[in-house]
């Protein structure tokens, strides 16, 4: 069983970046796909970005251009990097997995994913 760990959250101004790290323990997560998912304040949970196991990737259209993920398996960590932050970007971010064939393709329904963290707050302010 893989867990995973969010961690770079927090509060920033418009415009400005954060990176955010999923930290795996247990199990065999260069065989993970991993997905990043948020949830803004009475909202359900959204699709940000996936990233399979060749490093594939897939973002929703409101962070297309502004947010990039990638993964170091050596250090079992997947990223987001995310740039010119806005408000509406406000939300816990989480990170989840799912045991993946390498030549799957991308996949953005939260039921695949069976490994997930915690969360991690991102505030941007205006």
């Known amino acids: 069983q893989v867990q995973l760990a969010e961690s770079g959250g927090g509060v920033v101004q418009a415009g400005d970046s954060l990176r955010l790290s999923c930290s795996a323990s247990g199990g065999s997560f260069s065989y993970c796909a991993v997905g990043w998912f948020r949830q803004a304040p009475g909202k359900e949970r959204i699709f940000v970005a996936t990233?399979?196991?060749?490093?594939?990737?897939d973002y929703a259209d409101p962070v297309k251009g502004r947010f990039t993920s990638s993964r170091d398996n050596a250090k079992n960590t997947v990223y987001l990097q995310m740039n010119s932050l806005k408000p509406e970007d406000t939300a816990v971010y989480y990170c989840?997995?799912?045991?993946?064939?390498?030549?799957?393709?991308?996949?953005?329904?939260?039921?695949?994913?069976?490994?997930w963290g915690q969360g991690t707050q991102v505030t941007v302010s205006s």
């Open positions: 990233i399979s196991r060749r490093s594939n990737l």
């Open positions: 989840a997995g799912y045991y993946a064939d390498y030549y799957d393709t991308l996949h953005r329904d939260e039921y695949r994913y069976r490994f």
